[in-house]
């Protein structure tokens, strides 16, 4: 019956579970770092889950995953076809044989199309729970659940299908990135950026001078329960992304959690000593969460060492960018949207020309790889270094641009984005 | 040392774990709906735990699942025996050889012990944990315990002795149920009904003309955390029925994760467009459950596209099913077991004789189910049809006598099963 | 690429991910007994574990094992080196070949670095959490955190390398501890009473007469998801413990959670019917972690039923612990670390000698292990009993002493360890 590498479907289908937990934990996030006030975050991020698995089932999965027209767009009709493989028992990856783009002419994991579905699904409900942090009490539910559709069916695939699919234009190019620091953090942030350029809109027609503030109100319990269910949703992201079981994955355990780690004491200290601020829950919180974030991009290309080091650098630039980001007054972001996943996501990218050693690339199937230049990556590093600079230009401008047409023919459907949380009734 | 399939038993003994985790989550499921005034049920569920290990460990495990005598009942002192092989270290399936039932002249997954124990032990608590929701603070915490002690010796393992057990009369018949839409979900029901009934008995000869309600007061946090909890705890309910890692295992995850999405939309779609009403927290989490529950008993069966249309269907007949239920005066059901679990199980295994597609029920270890009408069955389809309408009304008619006997005698022992909680001093 | 055993792997690394989340688990259980004011422990909890993963990268984890010299101390420098591995590639167990001690010359379970690192780092990181629950708001945070790099240097490592290393001088004279009953509870009890004999010293000579006390104030829902989550974990810990993938492992699992579940039933029925108690939310939770304490230093020792007799036996062992401990004046230890923890995990180290059956042990890699006196373990019986005590009595003073030292410094360097909770205007 079957063809499918069993090792690797657990592996892989396991850290898709831890994944797809991870919106919820987002949701919890929100509620630890700016109070129940903000419960209606939950309903969100649940309908967040509903709209990634039938929208990607129906054709997102699809449009970033089957063979590409010219590297920008995969076949929505390919193989399994609409509603992965409909009625019919002979889908590719289904009972027989494994699905096409991880077979053996391209990553060779011989996945199951339902192992290989939940982890690519769960990823893009996770990156939009993350966009969805700055919409607060702000933006209309329904405005946002409209935006939802149109992001699973092209916003989070046609990246993806550029850089995760092996046809897509800037996979062949040789843009890597490993678990998602362009194509989940820094994107999640681009389109947060366009959500709060339209919010800001909306509010200066009102006659607000500055976007309205949200305060940040910690509750220890929840913020402590989303940061470890987030950093083991993590073990899923990551190491998950081998998308085999192999020394490679276990490496990235390492890398992965050592950052993190190494992340929260860099966080802490130079909060202390430096800003002479109080290490508390909130910013070991978010020093885990750059941590993670910025080693996410890399996580497969490098050393334990490496990991190290990252965390280390990773710290002061959260607590600078922080300080950047709050003084902008025209937007709002209270779960740190900007500072954490857009700088982190961006920086973890570019540090891949840096930090990347081959024979850790090789290992988690990125042979192609160059070194970085610290180990002696050379030109080649330069080269790498453009190419991610291009993928990051192109993927966040898309993002930005296709997010804000989005949002633009949603408001004139319904009359605006924003609504008024002050006089609503519903939590 | 060992015969055990390594893929197998690790796919089944994580799905275990998860099963494990449910009952408490059921436990804060009832917070989430109720508020913390229901903290009581937290000990109601990690008893419930503590029981079904110790007393099917003891008993039940064998009365269910090793050889039967006529397909009615299994012999307690079957091969491991008494307390799971006692003391002895040759026990099959312990260090040598495979569990009986799952050895190579039945399902040939080749589990051992240990696994095959914790997830049918898991499973049965979380069962009792889906009952245990009418308690609410009517009944006697004394006599829900001395109820579960007969649960897990009779009123679970019965029914599965004649489905699960490979040598019962249902099974030889060919009834199926995959995850336990019946044996699980329906039955909770029926067990259920009894206590509502005898509360309800109680309260009349207080004087009550109807039973005293208890309002839904919704708490936010705790009901996002149970849905998500019990969600990754399906992923072990129905993957891990196949009781084996195979292409079929990660077939099912898209099935059940499908039905459980596509449901969330349809409930909240026909909430708002057809009721007007809102698509809050609440609902969405209903709707969740319906379309988890209603693919439990046919997870295996059916193709993913299949999936989708049950969810559709699900959402409006849990609206309806809602609605009938609220109109009932003698008793309270502010959690939902009778309009989800109830009818929802009843549905999903009727629904086997419409949507089953052989080559998937095959897959998953059921050759001989035939492909339901939708997918031309013919008559095959409705001989099952019939088959599981009789193992319906068998297994329903005596979780129900059994329950209500148990009661009986509990209550003539204990001077009634309710208690006056507004007087109690307990929380 | 790879030597590695994939399916030991694939369980050890997501055992190791449970304990993981331990912990916070731990802090969570703090603040379901003590209440909200005391949710500063989760900032603790978060700082031990990027403590634990941070210091034990760069040294703590060849000091415990890497080949000792002597049986004493590992080799910081050996194989891998600091860091991990630091940025070579080739290194032992991360992408070629299996980590030291775990290869084929000795437990040949074939291991990688990634695995086994998270594997005892966490487990490390769960012992100080326990350690940590003694500090309350009595403990200045920058002591603890002083203490917590102390701790992973050499106080939790030390022993770990003279009973876990196989080349330790404990551990070669047949001294063995499954999963942790002396290295882990134990130790975190002697841990613990150097800390609250050092806040005792403090606080007389501010002049109090007795320790200050700190109220139980369950707050159940936390209290509750505390339990799951550190019963899930326990997972990890002692099914993860056999370092491999067979029908031991799975066979642990049964030992594990019969005895869990025997001593909540145990306690909640002395409680009720020999101390006329309520057998509350409180006593239920402690019931479960005193089962689960005392199985861990044996859970590959022994059958099924013998864990469930276990069982039965911590029950009233509990109780009367905690009543004894309760009288105490000069300490203070609400969440009950002295009671379950060190009176459970010496208890259950001192059961090896009468529980043992050699088959059981010999599966989980324990063959030079004799039955114990309630198996016709007779005089090698005996000699056990005087080796484990033995250990008993050596890793507890040398972690006592340890503890009392470094803090001794510490105080001197920071003008106490002690604060006065009441005027702190920190959470």
């Given at each position: 019956m079957t063809d499918i590498n069993l090792a690797n479907n657990l592996w892989v289908v396991i850290c898709a579970l831890l994944i797809f937990s991870m919106p919820v934990s987002v949701g919890l996030l929100e509620i630890g770092e700016l109070g129940k006030r903000y419960s209606r975050s939950l309903l969100k991020t649940l309908l967040i889950i509903g709209c990634a698995l039938f929208v990607m089932a129906i054709i997102g999965f699809n449009i970033a995953f089957a063979p590409t027209t010219g590297g920008l767009i995969g076949n929505p009709l390919y193989g399994p076809g609409l509603f992965l493989g409909g009625f019919s028992s002979n889908a590719t990856g289904m009972l027989n044989g494994v699905w096409w783009s991880t077979g053996p002419s391209y990553f060779a994991t011989d996945l199951s199309t339902g192992t290989y579905f939940l982890f690519e699904a769960a990823s893009a409900a996770v990156t939009l729970a993350?966009?969805?942090?700055?919409?607060?009490?702000?933006?209309?539910?329904?405005?946002?659940?409209?935006?939802?559709?149109?992001?699973?069916?092209?916003?989070?695939?046609?990246?993806?299908?550029?850089?995760?699919?092996?046809?897509?234009?800037?996979?062949?190019?040789?843009?890597?990135?490993?678990?998602g620091g362009l194509l989940v953090h820094a994107a999640a942030g681009a389109a947060g950026l366009a959500i709060v350029y339209r919010i800001w809109r909306e509010e200066k027609r009102k006659g607000l001078k500055a976007s309205t503030v949200v305060p940040v109100d910690v509750n220890p319990t929840w913020l402590a329960l989303a940061m470890i269910l987030l950093w083991v949703?993590?073990?899923?992201?990551?190491?998950?992304?081998?998308?085999?079981?192999?020394?490679?994955?276990?490496?990235?355990?390492?890398t992965t959690f050592l950052s993190g780690a190494t992340?929260?004491?860099?966080?802490?200290?130079?909060?202390?000593?430096?800003?002479?601020?109080?290490?508390?829950?909130?910013?070991?919180?978010n020093g885990i969460l750059m941590g993670l974030i910025v080693i996410t991009p890399m996580a497969g290309f490098v050393s334990p060492a490496g990991a190290i080091v990252i965390g280390v650098i990773a710290g002061p630039l959260y607590l600078a960018a922080e300080r950047w980001f709050l003084k902008q007054r025209w937007f709002t972001d209270p779960v740190s949207l900007f500072p954490a996943h857009f700088v982190g996501g961006v920086f973890g990218l570019m540090m891949i020309a840096f930090f990347t050693q081959s024979a850790f690339a090789g290992a988690s199937g990125n042979s192609?790889?160059?070194?970085?230049?610290?180990?002696?990556?050379?030109?080649?590093?330069?080269?790498?270094?453009?190419?991610?600079?291009?993928?990051?230009?192109?993927?966040?401008?898309?993002?930005?641009?296709?997010?804000?047409?989005?949002?633009?023919v949603i408001a004139r459907a319904m009359g605006g984005i924003t609504t008024d949380y002050e006089k609503e009734q519903i939590d």
């Open positions: 993350l966009v969805g942090v700055v919409v607060l009490r702000k933006m209309k539910l329904e405005a946002f659940l409209a935006y939802s559709v149109v992001y699973f069916v092209v916003i989070w695939t046609l990246p993806a299908a550029w850089i995760w699919n092996p046809t897509g234009w800037l996979y062949q190019m040789g843009v890597r990135d490993f678990a949703g993590w073990f899923g992201f990551n190491p998950g992304s081998v998308l085999a079981m192999n020394s490679s994955a276990t490496t990235v355990v390492l992340c929260l004491l860099s966080v802490a200290f130079f909060r202390r000593v430096v800003l002479k601020g109080s290490p508390d829950l909130l910013y070991a919180s192609n790889l160059p070194s970085g230049l610290l180990f002696g990556g050379g030109t080649a590093a330069l080269n790498q270094l453009g190419l991610e600079a291009l993928a990051t230009v192109v993927v966040l401008a898309a993002v930005f641009a296709m997010t804000y047409v989005a949002l633009e």
